[in-house]
């Protein structure tokens, strides 16, 4: 899986592309862990393939550390087959996802 | 000219109490699904793409929209959280919101139209922002601001849906004087009488205007619809029994020499919508639902599975004639018997479960040649069973959301976990048995069996 | 089921006060029960502040009652129906064959304006 960073306003944003599960995750935890704990990110989701359980779970991780250290996560552009994974696990009452990576990295 | 609906789920939780087994914005007003009369609505403004927003799941509502193709727009769905505000939700689709004008509908409400107006010019001319809001919600536009604005008439009118006497009152209105305002399912040849295909009134049964029944329903003898009455698909009334002034709800069955009057029906719940009260029928002969068949759809599903069973059964009967009593009398053989839910609503199935202890060469052979599931091989004859799906879940009475076919859930033999070799229970199980579910078709299941066949071994 | 026999209105009227359900596992009690109850009144009245469902044999068995009275030129009222029973009776149509009062006191006092013609 690719991770490509840019930086618009405040926010890191994060554009995944493949397949986000068992064996990437890691990788994408320890590319936000290489930031401060205060750092806002957006994770823009259109290219990414495929979303697992773990994967979900690396998301979810972020989230809460992100919300203990007062930053903001939000999720952009969410393709179908990633929604298809957030459906079943209910899990998009979790994050604030939006249509638009700028929209994202507005407020 | 877009159209976005934003409705949070605490909005319809009321309806979903009251009337469980359908999604609220599924429920039909004077039979048509409430959702329907925003997407005409939509429509008729000239919007070409609507997205509906919850905080709710949306997973029904999305299966029986689709894409919008069926009315010729673009429909796509979206979340929000519960304490999003209206400008907020705007930003979260700050993509979808960037044509030119962007008509937000807001709140669990009901939008009075009338469809021989043209409200494309006028949705056209008016100012943007509130056009009418109430206590639960409002109509609002986005957009520029068109230089000739005026503060134009608006000629519809909103009504709030927070009860259930509310809900009722609405499709009497309706009923009474709006129908025509409405395009209403069935055909119609008087203004104020729709019936749907399939129906069947004896002679002696008795109907009066106004009055819209659905698809698949029979009139038993001497029943008597009285005015104001509206019934749904798949409704049996059986003999000398009165309906006034009530909705018959989808799939229910009306009891001999009863009197229906001023109520709502819906399966076994008989529902007052003045004083809210609802009761729950246990008497089959007085009130109950009707169970839904299988839909046709999977009938060539079911055909392609029995062949392949059949002729699985063919090729594993000489070694499991042969293993069996063999394995029998070691006692490597060990079954239980246990029930689990069945794909249709409310129904289970009670499986003898078989484990095969393959510490020797031929509980290893019995294991490679799957013959622990061979009976199951029947089930999938008798139709109880799909050849590949879903691993048939336990009944669990601590289980928040019950598995049916309304969820893709078809308990089978093998199931598409064992065919990608995943682990059998937990989250990624359920991620691999519904998307094949949604994207399976009967060849690929032939596939996916040989492949649980081959992995199994592995 | 509780049984008691009222004399304040000048004759003999059974005051049946009916709890929690009455349903196809305690129908036929009913009807057995009630028939010994015959034998101390002919007025009945069927007190259902506590009744909170019944189901068809339920109703049955409140209407052979009625009927068991009536032959002895006797009557069954009823009292305080909940929502959810007094719906039911509305869908069966039974409530059109009783008497019915909003509680006790009301259908007691019914059976003494009787008393005084």
């Known amino acids: 899986m690719n991770i490509s960073e840019k930086t618009i306003n405040n926010y890191k944003v994060l554009s995944l592309r493949g397949m986000l599960n068992a064996s990437s995750a890691p990788a994408l935890k320890t590319c936000v862990a290489g930031f401060p704990d205060e750092q806002s990110i957006v994770i823009d989701l259109e290219n990414v393939d495929f979303l697992d359980s773990s994967g979900l779970g690396a998301l979810v991780g972020i989230a809460r550390k992100k919300k203990a250290s007062k930053a903001i996560m939000k999720l952009a552009r969410m393709n179908e087959r990633v929604k298809k994974v957030f459906e079943i696990t209910q899990a998009h009452t979790l994050f604030d996802i939006y249509d638009d990576v700028s929209a994202a990295a507005d407020a | 000219m877009k159209t976005l609906i934003v409705i949070r789920e605490q909005e319809y939780a009321w309806l979903r109490d009251m009337l469980p087994g359908v999604h609220p914005l599924l429920v039909p007003v004077c039979n048509k699904p409430f959702i329907e009369f925003f997407i005409d609505f939509s429509i008729f403004t000239g919007s070409k793409a609507i997205r509906i927003i919850s905080d709710g799941l949306l997973g029904e509502v999305e299966r029986y929209c689709e894409n919008g193709s069926r009315w010729g727009v673009e429909i796509s769905y979206g979340s929000m959280q519960p304490a999003d505000e209206l400008p907020t939700v705007i930003d979260k689709n700050r993509r979808f919101c960037l044509e030119e004008r962007v008509l937000i509908i807001k709140g669990f409400l009901f939008i009075h139209y009338d469809k021989k107006r043209d409200y494309t010019t006028l949705f056209a001319s008016l100012p943007s922002g509130e056009l009418l809001s109430c206590c639960h919600g409002s109509i609002t536009l986005t957009g520029t601001v068109k230089p000739e604005s005026s503060s134009a008439d608006i000629p519809f009118s909103l009504t709030a849906l927070d009860t259930v006497g509310k809900y009722y009152s609405l499709c009497m209105e309706i009923l009474r004087s709006e129908l025509t305002n409405y395009v209403i399912p069935g055909y119609s040849s008087e203004a104020d009488c729709y019936i749907g295909r399939n129906v069947v009134i004896p002679k002696s049964a008795e109907i009066k205007k106004p009055v819209i029944i659905g698809n698949n329903v029979q009139l038993l003898a001497n029943t008597v619809i009285d005015t104001n009455s509206v019934i749904g698909n798949n409704v049996i009334v059986d003999r000398e029994s009165i309906i006034s002034g009530s909705i018959v709800m989808d799939n229910t069955y009306i009891g001999e020499h009863l009197e229906v009057k001023n109520k709502i029906a819906a399966g076994n719940l008989l529902i007052d919508p003045e004083s809210g009260t609802s009761i729950v029928m246990e008497d089959p002969h007085l009130l109950t639902g009707m169970t839904q068949s299988r839909a046709a759809g999977t009938l060539l599903r079911r055909m392609v599975h029995a062949l392949a069973a059949t002729f699985m059964i063919l090729v594993l009967l000489w070694p499991y004639l042969l293993l069996r009593p063999v394995l029998g009398l070691q006692g490597k053989w060990k079954r239980v018997r246990e029930t689990y839910y069945n794909d249709l609503p409310g129904k289970t199935v009670t499986l003898t479960k078989t484990t095969i202890d393959s510490d020797e060469p031929l509980g290893q052979l019995a294991k490679t040649l799957s013959l622990d599931r061979f009976t199951l091989l029947f089930r999938v004859l008798s139709g109880k069973l799909a050849l590949i799906g879903y691993h048939p879940v336990p009944i669990n009475p601590a289980l928040r959301i019950i598995p049916n076919n309304t969820t893709g859930y078809t308990p089978a033999v093998f199931s598409y976990a064992e065919a990608e070799d995943w682990p059998e229970i937990g989250i990624d199980t359920e991620i691999v048995e519904h998307y094949y579910a949604v994207h399976g078709n009967p060849l690929k299941d032939i596939a996916m069996t040989q492949k649980a066949l081959f992995n199994r071994n592995h | ?117």
């Open chain 3, 1 to 117: 089921m509780i049984f008691h026999l009222d004399t304040s209105t000048g004759q003999s009227v059974g005051i049946v006060t009916l709890k929690n359900r009455i349903d196809a596992s305690n129908s036929s009690e009913l009807q057995k029960v009630f028939t010994q109850w015959l034998q101390q009144a002919s007025v009945f009245i069927f007190d259902c502040k506590e009744l909170d469902f019944i189901d068809s044999s339920g109703l049955g068995a409140i209407v052979s009652c009625l009927r068991k009275a009536l032959e002895q030129h006797g009557d069954l009222k009823l009292a305080a129906l909940g929502p959810k029973v007094s719906m039911i009776f509305e869908l069966t149509k039974a409530k059109k064959l009783f008497s019915i009062f909003s509680d006790a006191t009301e259908a007691l006092q019914s059976f003494s304006t009787v008393g005084t013609k």
